[in-house]
């Protein structure tokens, strides 16, 4: 890894604003490699350098990669003025200025979500050049699956308000029940999948982007870092390299 600046190091690594991270180095709080360090402006190699804060080790990542499984009720966003946003629910060791959703899940979907603060890896997320799958398991209030909805969502589906989705899968599950992949990020695009054909979405959890599952360890509400091998995962749909 490059050099980087102490107090940035600090600042990231700490969660601090970059001001308390100067102020942490003021008092005397920091040692790099034993020795202590007040210049902010001091170059770090966070490899091969130990950087201490009030005798607490610190790790430095450039970039924050993390999945929540996200409950009914919070809102997708970093703020609203209504509602609890997914921010609320980062563990506080996890917080970082900068970390955002990538990709939205409604207030009332449940499931699967990533928080980054790396916009590019956000966009091979999102971006629907980009083709990753993202899948939802979804409760119907009518039983209106058959094999001529799987054929029209494999074809794509009328969305209404001229939109229409790309190709699609539909797997039926139950009369009710079924799980859903889709290559895009259409707003509400599941529920108007539905709606569209006759039926209302009841309950819509997302339960694998890419080609890493929903850890189903991961409680209601929780939220970890992804591992080097799910950020892999995620980018390998069902084994293949990404389309591009
Ligand atoms: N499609 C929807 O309609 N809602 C979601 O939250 C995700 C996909």
Same mark, same amino acid.
């Given at each position: 890894m490059s050099l980087i600046r102490l107090d940035k190091l600090i600042s990231t690594a700490a969660g601090l604003s970059r001001s308390d991270a100067k102020r942490q180095l003021a008092s005397g709080s920091v040692l790099v490699d034993g020795c202590r360090i007040r210049d902010g402006s001091a170059q770090i190699d966070p490899d091969r350098q130990t950087v201490l804060l009030n005798g607490r080790k610190l790790y430095y990542r450039e970039h924050l990669y993390l999945v929540m499984n996200k409950p009914? $009720?919070?809102?997708?966003?970093? &703020? &609203?003025? &209504?509602?609890? *946003?997914?921010? *609320?629910?980062?563990?506080?060791?996890?917080? !970082?200025r900068g970390?955002?959703?990538?990709? !939205?899940?409604d207030k009332y979907s449940t499931g699967m979500l990533i928080l980054t603060d790396d916009g590019s890896f956000a966009h091979r997320i999102v971006s629907p050049n980009h083709h990753l799958p993202k899948v939802y398991e979804v409760e119907l209030d009518a039983p209106i699956l058959?094999?001529?909805l799987v054929a029209e969502f494999a074809k794509g589906v009328y969305l209404g308000g001229g939109e229409r989705s790309s190709p699609s899968q539909l797997e039926p599950l139950g009369p009710t029940r079924a799980r859903v992949t889709i290559y895009e990020g259409i707003y509400h695009q599941v529920r108007r999948m539905f709606d569209q054909n006759g039926a209302h979405v009841l309950r819509?959890?997302?339960?694998?982007?890419?080609?890493?599952?929903? &850890?189903?360890?991961?409680? /209601? $509400? $929780?939220?970890? /870092?992804l591992t080097d091998r799910e950020l892999k995962a995620l980018f390998t749909p069902n084994g293949q390299e990404e389309c591009r």
């Open positions: 009914l $009720g919070v809102v997708s966003s970093t &703020d &609203d003025p &209504d509602s609890p *946003t997914v921010l *609320t629910l980062v563990p506080k060791s996890l917080l !970082r970390l955002f959703p990538a990709g !939205r899940l058959s094999d001529a819509l959890h997302r339960v694998q982007i890419g080609g890493l599952p929903l &850890d189903p360890t991961l409680p /209601e $509400g $929780g939220c970890r /870092e």
